[in-house]
């Protein structure tokens, strides 16, 4: 499957973004979609994870803030972020895992986030 991340941008502190990841097929089978974020000279973070099922489970540095959410008809997962933060500025990633341990590596381009203080 190819993921490909889209809807990040340029925006100042506070405010929101909304990220995009469409699959090229169905996610239906997949077990768990999550969100990674990678910033300069850091490592690549787990953000969000959400479940076939619809569980959902957030890193503590987003909680509150960020909500993934799925559409499987559409073969895609969004990240919705408010209340953004400088220390957000990263490239963001999507994924396909088996387990939220699991993770297949179809993490594609990425798409920027800078948050401007």
């Known amino acids: 499957v190819q993921l490909q991340a889209s809807g990040g941008g340029l925006v100042q502190a506070g405010g929101s973004l909304r990220l995009s990841c469409a699959a090229s097929?169905?996610?239906?089978?997949?077990?768990?979609m999550g969100w990674f974020r990678q910033a300069p000279g850091r490592e690549r973070e787990l953000v969000a994870t959400?479940?076939?099922?619809?569980?959902?489970n957030y890193a503590d540095s987003v909680k509150g803030r960020f909500t993934m959410s799925r559409d499987s008809a559409k073969n895609t997962v969004y990240l919705e972020m408010n209340s953004l933060k400088p220390e957000d500025t990263a490239v963001y990633y999507c994924?396909?895992?088996?387990?939220?341990?699991?993770?297949?590596?179809?993490w594609g381009q990425g798409t920027q986030v800078t948050v401007s203080s």
């Open positions: 959400i479940t076939s099922g619809g569980s959902k």
């Open positions: 097929e169905s996610i239906l089978s997949i077990n768990v």
């Open positions: 994924d396909a895992g088996v387990s939220d341990r699991t993770w297949l590596g179809f």
